[in-house]
């Protein structure tokens, strides 16, 4: 299976800060990653899809960017509803797995 | 907009089994792929079983850790997906989540349900 490694675990920071969290491959998956928001209590929802296409709806301060197998969900300004825990997924092949995910604190 | 709902959670024993349901409403439920994905404080995020549409045969995958072991089908005329899980062990404790894929191919999963909670213990 392809392991996605997440970093940081967690990562606190202010409103209107630029964030920045970044997910590893162990192999090549090309673009076939995903980003998910996660509130507490809550399921997760798909922020970005295809590496950087932003889902209908979410704000354009998220952006979603590659370097080879390395790839980053950036947050520009944070906003209090930000607060949240972030997964990527890749889905270049079955069984599609998640990294371990990144809690955005205040 | 799409909604899933899950049912079933609950408590079992390690041995035995639990069913649960996934129904879908809002959206054109028959054309997506439904997944079952599980999560636990340990472990994270687990996909664990997808099927798809109909017309993509429904097709069925399993991860190793439950394959043999659970079972997912779908009935769409009823709008609904279920998940049969038997002999539980005890690293099966987890919340469910129902997810669904509309392109049958590349699980990026939208909408999501609210989740189910199993938990298996003596």
């Known amino acids: 299976d392809i392991q996605m490694i997440q970093s940081p675990s967690s990562v606190s920071a202010s409103v209107g800060d630029r964030v920045t969290v970044t997910c590893r491959a162990t192999?090549?998956?090309?673009?076939?990653l995903a980003w998910y928001q996660q509130r507490p209590g809550k399921a997760p929802k798909l922020l970005i899809s295809?590496?950087?296409t932003l889902q209908p709806g979410v704000p354009s301060r998220f952006s979603g960017g590659d370097s080879g197998t390395n790839f980053t969900l950036t947050i520009s300004s944070l906003q209090p509803e930000d607060f949240a825990t972030y997964f990527c997924?890749?889905?270049?092949?079955?069984?599609?797995?998640f990294g371990q995910g990144t809690k955005v604190e205040i | 907009e799409g909604q899933l709902v899950e049912s079933g959670g609950g408590l079992a024993q390690p041995g035995r089994s639990l069913r649960l349901s996934c129904s879908g409403s809002g959206f054109n439920f028959d054309k997506y792929a439904v997944s079952w994905v599980r999560q636990t404080p340990g472990r994270g995020l687990e996909w664990i079983a997808f099927i798809k549409s109909y017309t993509h045969g429904k097709t069925t995958a399993y991860a190793p850790s439950v394959k043999g072991r659970f079972t997912i089908s779908r009935d769409d005329s009823k709008g609904v997906a279920q998940l049969q899980m038997n002999s539980l062990k005890t690293d099966d404790t987890a919340v469910y989540y129902c997810?669904?894929?509309?392109?049958?191919?590349?699980?990026?999963?939208?909408?999501w349900g609210q989740g189910t909670l199993v938990t298996v213990s003596s």
């Open positions: 997810t669904a894929d509309y392109s049958n191919y590349n699980n990026y999963f939208d909408p």
């Open positions: 997924q890749q889905t270049y092949t079955v069984p599609p797995t």
């Open positions: 295809a590496t950087s």
């Open positions: 192999q090549d998956i090309l673009r076939w």
